[in-house]
């Protein structure tokens, strides 16, 4: 009898844990079929109007087109050094000497041969001048028959010796001072000055440094001659023209520059981008507002190109838009549901796209879709 009622009591306890098993299960049931008709929230941003620019981003730096480096013609001594680095010049101002003891001693050598050499000159032509009247007084008396044929021919040798001697003299004269005018260009050379009004950029030499001929001294820069200098790909160029903007940008800069292309190369050259893949590159020249003096010689900057726009078009954030099968599609916000929707997009603006067609303004779109994104999916749309 007792063994009876324990099985009546564990048919009970079996019958009691299946029940409770059984509601386990459809609690369970419950709730994945609550949540899997709950929608699911999305983060959603709409459709607006709004200017557009496409453009090319590339990097530049500020450069003179009038700029010089002034080198010595000589060897020598760098004595009264009055360059320094930072110092504004005019055409001709001083700047060094770059003395060489052997032209000031040529100088003064010469100086002291052609005081000499017009002494003989003059004496010379004492000389001359007295033969002549003399030649032309036995000239006279020989027509005469007053004087023997040998004085007269005495007297006219005497002449033209004398004069041959005058122009050696003469000659001697003219020599020495050719190449004391060589030497005093050569004194000139020593005496270094500016040759272009600018900024002294660089001073390459100290007092009285030693050196050798085409030795850099000085560069100097018109800092108005300042133009920034670039290059684009020649996959670009289609896209670019004289007179095109250029915004420009850099870390030190307070706010954004205005600039504008004023030269493109007439030809490609051949460069190598940091991964070391081989370009062909065609540079250009970009002007600026020349009143700005943050921009200095050197100085690194951004520079983007403006090459097309469109004013109040439709467009949307480029996370939104995704692609496969070579189209690209957005999920749109509609009813409650996503809708995939294919698009056709226009100008690309960093992070913004142009909507030419596909969507309405006003229109709401999921701002990010992943993979667990899907059509047809229950939403809720969410606003930042």
């Not at 900057?301 to 957005?330: E, P, W």
């Not at 067609?357 to 939403?379: F, N, Y």
Request: aromatic content about 6%; overall charge negative; charged content about 25%.
């Amino acid at each position: 009898m007792m063994k009876k009622k324990n099985k009546d009591k564990q048919k009970t306890k079996g019958k009691g844990f299946r029940w409770l098993l059984l509601l386990g299960v459809v609690i369970v049931a419950g709730v994945l079929l609550f949540y899997s008709m709950k929608p699911a929230e999305v983060l959603g941003i709409q459709v607006a109007l709004s200017d557009i620019e496409e453009s090319i981003e590339i990097d530049g730096y500020v450069a003179l087109e009038e700029e010089i480096t002034v080198y010595s013609s000589h060897a020598g001594y760098v004595r009264n050094l009055l360059a320094d680095k930072g110092l504004d010049v005019l055409v001709a101002d001083f700047l060094m000497n770059v003395e060489d003891s052997g032209i000031n001693l040529g100088a003064k050598t010469l100086d002291a041969s052609l005081a000499e050499a017009k002494s003989l000159l003059s004496l010379a032509a004492n000389d001359n001048s007295y033969a002549r009247d003399r030649y032309e007084k036995q000239k006279l008396l020989f027509e005469a028959g007053a004087a023997s044929e040998s004085d007269y021919q005495a007297a006219l040798n005497a002449y033209r010796t004398t004069g041959s001697a005058y122009n050696a003299a003469l000659a001697r004269v003219d020599q020495i001072k050719l190449q004391l005018d060589e030497a005093v260009r050569s004194e000139e050379k020593q005496k270094i000055t500016a040759p272009i009004q600018g900024k002294i950029l660089d001073v390459f030499v100290q007092e009285e440094a030693y050196v050798a001929p085409g030795s850099p001294l000085v560069r100097i820069g018109n800092l108005d001659s300042r133009i920034i200098e670039a290059s684009v790909l020649v996959d670009d160029m289609d896209d670019l023209d004289i007179a095109d903007p250029v915004t420009l940008s850099a870390n030190y800069l307070d706010q954004e520059l205005k600039g504008t292309i004023e030269w493109i190369s007439p030809s490609a050259e051949t460069s190598f981008s940091t991964l070391g893949v081989e370009q062909k590159r065609v540079p250009l020249k970009i002007s600026f507002d020349l009143s700005n003096d943050i921009l200095q010689p050197g100085y690194s900057l951004d520079c983007s190109i403006q090459t097309t726009s469109s004013k109040q078009t439709m467009v949307l954030d480029r996370k939104a838009i995704f692609s496969h099968n070579g189209a690209d599609y957005v999920y749109l916000i509609k009813d409650g549901l996503l809708i995939e929707s294919p698009v056709v997009l226009g100008l690309e603006e960093l992070e913004r796209v142009e909507i030419v067609e596909g969507l309405d303004v006003g229109d709401w779109v999921v701002a990010t879709p992943d993979v667990d994104t899907k059509d047809g999916m229950k939403v809720k749309r969410i606003e930042e």
